[in-house]
């Protein structure tokens, strides 16, 4: 929170060639609110976080890896305000990436309606302006990767009241799904594209030279999925522990068939 440690954090990131990957969030700003500040958290009397606790830390960063030549990257960007910064400083030439999450271009603050503690993650779902900038991001390169944004907990700490639930989500087995079904089916991208933002990607910010392509010489880590077989999310079939998701009862495309890891098969 602090801007001089935030910079010095960058100035010596510098030294190493490594991204400084940032959770972009004003406390000041977000202070106890427990989801998005808006007409849904008006409805339940619930504290919210306004987009600008996103936006501030977003632009602050930017301002700071600019002038130190570091590499930023922004971890699961969710506001409207973000994905603006963000695609105005790349077009100044500024070091920075970013990802988001399935969650912020196919669910809204609407989930949490009858106080569903499911919905309740950080950065908190916002709304259909901001999931609808959040997928315009994607597609116009603007936001570089999709991450699953899987955040496991247990059940007993979600099925809380509102204010004294833990933030989570069980992301990982609906990532792929929510994005395919989203993005692809939906025509706004292509097949290799979306394999690109949750493969290619990644690997290329973090420097993992043997990751993200299959070609020769690249580690045999390898997802097969079946694209054309549409089902219902049902959180009580998930392999995770985490059995629960806002998502549930989504009709969606893409499920796993194979995973190889390594070279060798796993599932």
Excluded: W
Aim: aromatic share 8%; with cysteine; glycine share 8%.
């Amino acid at each position: 929170e602090n801007a001089n440690l935030m910079r010095n954090i960058f100035i010596y990131s510098r030294m190493f060639d490594v991204p400084v990957v940032t959770h972009c969030e004003d406390r000041s700003l977000s202070g106890i609110g427990v989801m998005n500040e808006g007409r849904v958290s008006t409805i339940l009397g619930l504290n919210g976080m306004p987009r600008e606790a996103e936006d501030v830390i977003v632009a602050r960063n930017i301002v700071l890896a600019e002038s130190t030549g570091a590499r930023l990257h922004i971890a699961h960007i969710s506001t409207e305000g973000a994905v603006r910064l963000v695609r105005m400083a790349k077009k100044r030439g500024v070091n920075v990436t970013c990802e988001t999450c399935p969650h912020y271009f196919t669910i809204t603050e609407e989930a949490a309606m009858q106080y569903n503690t499911y919905a309740k993650v950080i950065p908190p779902l916002r709304t259909k302006a901001d999931t609808e900038a959040i997928a315009e991001g994607l597609c116009d390169g603007t936001i570089d990767a999709i991450a699953s944004g899987h955040m496991p907990a247990r059940i007993e700490h979600k099925q809380r009241e509102f204010d004294r639930a833990v933030y989570g989500i069980s992301a990982f087995e609906t990532a792929f799904s929510l994005s395919y079904t989203a993005l692809v089916k939906t025509g706004k991208m292509t097949e290799k594209q979306l394999a690109e933002k949750m493969s290619k990607k990644p690997a290329e910010i973090l420097r993992f030279k043997n990751k993200g392509e299959i070609k020769p010489g690249m580690d045999a880590d390898i997802v097969i999925m079946e694209v054309n077989n549409e089902y219902v999310i049902e959180p009580s079939e998930f392999y995770s522990k985490a059995k629960f998701t806002p998502a549930k009862g989504m009709k969606v495309y893409g499920s796993t068939k194979h995973c190889i890891v390594g070279g060798k098969s796993v599932f």
